[in-house]
């Protein structure tokens, strides 16, 4: 008996210990484009993600901001929409976490993606209750840098200031002046020298040194180093590494470098054929999220502190990082993932929507989670899509349509392995609204509790589509799935269904004939009232013409012969008339 149950706590220990060594994945949407800015350690195994959501890419004061923490597991533990005082489009510029688990945020107003200088701050409690904030005004400006000093407090970069505020009550603690105090030098990133409130920077000069003075109530800070590297390098990353080491780059190219925090010197650790955007610098080694244009291929590498690459953690064509931090042995990545039709080459960004990507694995090894996989395998279009010209718009340059209607279905398969639960549905048009603002068409239906087995299908109703100031009449639309069980999709080839499509150009009327019988086996009479010469068309519910019918002036009842006819629904169309035929064999 004692071997038994030692046998069963072993087994136990072995599958936790699996369990806790997974890699996991999660794919969230907060509109149609989701992107995160910011993602830090909480401590306790949680991190912190803040992102930001577009219902509709360019859409002007419709943008949502989301704060998400979650654990080592992929679990969320917290998802919440920021409550945010102005109605803008949002840039987000910094964010730290707060020693008690909370976190501060600086943003910026965006009006139309153009970008102003203006920053607001907020800081928040851990379950992302708004603590405190405060609003730039024209004779004093917030911080657009944020870090915790070592006391707790936070303390913030704006042009040539630092600022320190109370954590819990926003009482500013003193401001000061860097000297020299001017524009210049500019401070694109920060951290603190171990240990102290001097800090080190990097921006214009290259690299800086501010060795902090005076006394606490009134300190001041000086320039006591500064270096501009030879041949030019811009850098706006800085992140603290073991010791007193800080290692310094710019989030688009492969140049790595280190500022040596006890001699104030720097090398070049390497010069890497593909882009770093972000890295972690641990005891274990260098930890880089990084991305490879000439196979537009996503990668998260691990290097040793000579830049030499080890090995080879991830490798992705649809999911990209562009955070990463780690914790009790634990790495965090926080990034996009693309889904939809590629509309343009190089192929990323070639995807019409990108989802919060969310991916979380052991420094050393791991299992990825089961795959799951949702396709889309049929539409079917309920009533021909109404095609009108748009109204004369003065910033539209050429014709433009609108479009509406359509009472479309989608059919969903399960192709992967698991159970799916959960999918959305997307389809996105043309990015020309005829304005200053580029407002990109696009609609998402989110469907839940579906229950559907491996190789299991279901039809959903997707309803009506609109879309406004179109280049073109459409000829067909491409719908596609997301986010299965808010999971990456393990295969994107099967995602995408494009269906022809039934157009009108006049509002169709409903009644316009009659059809009898219906359902009808192998035929049906068409009653019409007077009518013109005219031809009738029958289309089928994925949008192929299946038969035309020549309608000639006079005659008020037609045979339609439906004994060749698969079992089904099909749409008629006559002039602006349509209506639906059912047939049962």
Known sequence: MKKSITLLVLLWQIQTCLLHAQVHDRVLSFGFNTEPHELLALGDGRWLTIARGEPVPGGAFADTVIALVFNSKGEI????????????????????????GGFAVSIAEDLCDA????????????????????????TEKQPYLLKIAPDGNLVGAVLNQIIKYSIGTGQILWKTSLNPPSDFPDIYDFGFYPGTEHIVAVGSPDLQFWEQTGTPEAPAY???YSRNITPFVFFNRIIAGPGKDFYTFYRNEGRLFVFDGSSLDYFEVADFPFAVYDLEATVTGLYLLAFDKEHETSLILRAGGDGQITDTLLSSRWQTGFEIAWQNDTLAVAG??????PWAEPSWLPYNARHLWLHTRPLLGGTPEPEVNAALTGVEQGEPLLVSPSPYNP??????????????????SNTGTTLLDQVDVQIAFDWDDGSHCIIRPVYR?????????????V??????????????VPVQFCFWTSAPNERPDANHDDDVFCHTAVVSTEAPEAGGFSVAPNPASNGCWLTLPGHKQTVGRVFDFTGQLVQQIELPTGNTRFYLDTGEWATGIYVLQIENWCGKIIVQH
């Open 115 to 138: 970008g102003f200088d203006n920053y607001d701050l907020f800081v928040f409690a851990p379950d992302g209750a708004l603590r405190w904030s405060k609003f730039s005004t024209a």
């Open 222 to 224: 000086n320039l006591t």
């Open 395 to 412: 910033w539209s340059f050429g014709k433009r349509y609108n479009f509406s209607g359509g009472n479309f279905r989608v059919q969903v």
């Open 77 to 100: 533990l917290l998802r919440r929409h920021l409550n945010l005082p102005q109605a803008e489009v949002y840039r987000i510029q910094s964010a730290t976490a707060t020693p008690d």
């Open 336 to 341: 996009v993932s693309g889904s939809g039709p």
């Open 459 to 472: 039809w959903l109703d997707f309803g009506d589509i609109t879309a406004n100031y179109q280049l073109i």
């Open 445 to 457: 239906r989110r469907y839940a509790d579906l229950g559907l087995a491996p190789g299991a299908s």
